[in-house]
């Protein structure tokens, strides 16, 4: 593994971990002693550097093992972005933020997609300067060190395994939808809904996942070229609803536009804020994208771009063509307006349809970037060896995707969507804290290493990338925030009982030690 150009990976005194616990080290240094006079203050010195070494992982394959295989250009990684986040948002979450804003939802959607639109510039910097897979980890290990990339890689599960599990929880609505449609019955809420929505257990979200996991193992270019197919046809959809739905406009709906105020504007914000995650998951593909540097960077500002201009669309129409009081609590929302502007079950049923297999593609994209992150953080050291374990023949991560799959199933079938969504969101705006800051630090400490894109107007595109999301993050449930502490907490001790004596880097320390 190559030490690139950031940062003394290795230049660690002595190797800390063996150490009986963090803390001696930390206490052992008396008041006044001045650095460089005590063997204490070294060990002090060892905490530090151990717990924010830095390196640039996934750059180099270890040779023992086959590698991943760099079969997507712009075309395909575009469809990945665009895959994992059209559909997210429009087909679910508009009856999870339209109760919280009102018609101002639709603000909410233009703030959201600002400081997305900030953060993806961050996210074509460094996805051009470190084109690895692990996302805003493999960013954050790089510029920041071992223990932030640790909890970012506890962020992004939050990102990428709980939001496939909301995006199932709502492929089950539509199916449900569909099959009403067209047979007249429907899955019984005991085998559809999570427990606290009323049912036993969500079996076709179970489903959904455990398909979606089939398809990851049998290769990446076969996954690929499905998800582009499944792309196609939602945007195609998509555009058949704004052209339908816009027959049903009442500008009525748009009375009383904001009666919770700027709060619930950005409340609604940072539950749409999910939607947008697309911008990560292109930069997943790292290690399976041909001349990373340049397609990864323009596959991100082409996912941006056309995902910001449909859900701006599809909202306005959605609005104008139904009363917001309806859309609390309403399962396959998007289907049921049309059949009301309509008065027929066809144009509900095509549209339950399309978003059956637009779900499939972005559960399909977010598992894939779960699985790629998993491999990042493995092949680093920081969680265990499995998810890093290439199959020679399919050249994909098999047994991490197994198991990656069915944590998400457990999640898809137990929980109820509207805690996935906003735990997904908080992940999801952490991440790209990370990114926007780890821009300033690259640029900080290595201003000569090559980046074939760079942020306009720096720094205040990163800065104000961070100040969004924070502004986003203030306003989510203050359960939500809980949670995510706690979330938190849990990866420092996983990093402080596993990943701090497995850790790649920790292993170069201790080599020449045991030679000595």
Known sequence: MSNGSFGRAWDVPVPWPSLPYAADAVEAVPPGIRPGNSKEVSQMSTVRHVLFRRTTPGMQPSPEQPALTRSMGTFQLSMLGIGATVGTGIFIVLSQAVPVAGPAVIWSFVIAAVVAGLTALCYAEMASAIPASGSSYSYAYATL?????????????????????????????????????????????????????GGAVNLPAIILVGMCTLLLIRGVSESAKANAAMVLIKLAVLVMFIVVGVTGWNQDHFSNFAPMGIAGITGAAGIIFFSYIGIDAVSTAGNEAKNPARTMPMAILITLSVVTVLYMAVAVVAIGAQDTQSFEGQEAGLAAILQSVTGASWPGTVLALAAIVSIFSVTLVILYGQTRIFFAMSADGLVPPVFSRINPRTRTPIAGTLITGTAVAVLAGLLPINFLAEMTSIGTLVAFIVVSLAVIIRRTQSPEQPAPFKVPLYPVVPVLSILGCVWLIKDLRPATLIAFVLWMLLAAGFYFTYSIRHSKLQKRVEEPALVS
């Open 145 to 197: 060190g071992e223990l932030p990339a640790l909890g970012v890689g506890a962020c992004l599960l939050l990102e990428y395994g709980v939001s496939a599990a909301a995006v199932a929880v709502g492929w089950s609505e539509y199916l449900n939808q569909a099959l009403d449609n067209l047979f007249g019955i429907r899955i019984p809420d005991a085998l559809s809904s999570a427990p606290e929505a």
